[in-house]
């Protein structure tokens, strides 16, 4: 909970100042409203903690996450909780107290709090938009509006599972060749280290000139054994700048545009991630979300910031006064069966069934290319292996055969 400084003036036009804890400024907003007061300034109060326990939950919980499945077996009490006609704060406390998860325990306390106060469920959920997306949020809200709280969890838990089910796909497209290049990685240590020093003691003995082969296998060997701290080092500073570098605003741009050009694995990501907003803009625009709302919304929801970025500018052109399918079309983010879907769908009347079915194709695709991935790799990475082992072997045997000739 935050603590906010207000002005408001009252029904006889008398400055009124004070303070309110509450979960944001439209909480704020609306209490004093209810108090018959006009609200005229709304400031957060920064808290100041009185000991070192003292601590502001949101900002606790701000780096945390709540696990998909937690959220989705949330979304399934909440629609049999208000279906059964169960008051939203006893329902939000009640599962409070029976959450195995702590971080969304702690949550829906805080959250039953608000609620204690008068303030709507969508805008309690608003103080922990690290646990629950814009998308949620949202939801929530048009249930709230329409009186049909029950079908918009209903909702969400079909969203949430679609969601979790996407994730596991793209931990499986790259599950495999992270396996294969990590095991190669290994063995290039190992042999390194401790092979190819084994049989330099031996080579030492012949006093012969070594093959070429030979000679560069013991060079990159001495290198790893004189300077494996100093690659160790270069290697945690690249990842850790690379990582830094992707949380920026460019780099991630920068790196989510390189991902999808990718062989092999960058059109399976283009494609989960278009099934994505589809699914989620379909779903929004069903539930009677505004169309720019429901862009932003599911761009969001997207999980690639170059795809994001293109589909955040086609609400300018709608704004402007362009149908949806013209501005798809400009952004050339879509594939032409998603552009002909939105503009029959647009004549139609029927968007969101068509953009469901889209996202519906484009899952049983992805399924399909998950799967045979793998075949698709493995030869690239029995190349790969080959090529090491040849270059290994050349080098340790070339001379062990040069000593055999001379023997003889």
């Known amino acids: 909970m935050a603590k906010f400084k207000y002005d408001a003036r009252d029904k006889h036009g008398e400055l009124i100042q004070g303070d309110m804890e509450a979960a944001d400024q439209d ?44 959220m989705v077996l949330f979304c399934r009490q909440m629609h049999a909780l208000t279906r059964s006609g169960i008051p939203i704060i006893r329902a939000v406390l009640g599962l409070a107290e029976t959450s195995k998860n702590p971080y969304l325990c702690e949550i829906l306390k805080d959250v039953g709090r608000v609620l204690g106060r008068g303030t709507t469920l969508s805008s309690a959920l608003k103080a922990h938009r690290h646990a629950f997306s814009p998308l949620f949020i949202s939801m929530v809200h048009v249930g709230e509006s329409t ?60 006093g012969n000139e070594l093959p ?32 830094k570098w992707t949380r920026t605003a460019q ?85 032409p069966l998603i552009l002909q879907m939105i503009t029959v769908g647009e004549e139609s009347g029927a968007l969101d069934k068509l953009l469901t079915d889209v996202s519906d194709f484009y899952d049983e695709e992805t399924d399909y290319e998950v799967k045979g991935l793998s075949a698709a790799i493995e030869p690239i990475m029995l190349v790969c292996m080959g090529l090491m082992i040849l270059v290994l072997a050349l080098g340790i045997f070339l001379p062990l055969w040069d000593l055999g000739a001379t023997r003889h």
Request: hydrophobic share 50%.
């Open 27 to 70: 909480t704020v907003a609306s209490a004093l409203v209810a108090d018959n007061l006009i609200p005229l300034r709304i400031q957060a109060i920064e808290a100041k903690s009185s000991s070192p326990l003292d601590f502001d939950l949101a900002k606790y919980f701000a780096n945390k996450s709540v696990p998909l499945d937690d």
């Open 147 to 206: 009186g049909q709280l029950d079908e918009a969890f209903q909702q969400l838990v079909l969203h949430l599972e679609m969601e979790r089910d996407t994730r596991k796909k793209v931990k499986s497209a790259f599950r495999y060749p992270l396996l294969v290049i990590g095991a190669i990685l290994v063995a290039m240590v190992v042999v390194n280290l401790f092979v190819i020093p084994s049989f330099a003691k031996v080579f030492a003995k012949f």
């Open 212 to 243: 070429f082969a030979s000679q560069i296998l013991l060079s990159s060997s001495n290198f790893f054994v004189h300077y494996w701290y100093w690659l160790l080092l270069l290697l945690i500073a690249s990842v850790v700048a690379f990582i």
């Open 251 to 335: 780099g991630a741009l920068k790196w989510d545009e390189y991902k999808l050009k990718l062989p092999l694995i960058g059109d399976l990501l283009r494609r989960i991630a278009l099934s994505r907003f589809t699914r989620t803009f379909a779903m929004l625009f069903r539930s009677g979300v505004p169309i720019l709302s429901a862009l932003d919304i599911s761009a969001e929801a997207i999980g690639n910031v170059y795809i994001e970025s293109a589909v955040k500018k086609m609400r300018l052109g709608i704004e402007k006064g362009d149908s949806l399918s013209r501005t798809a079309h400009a952004s050339g983010m879509f594939t």
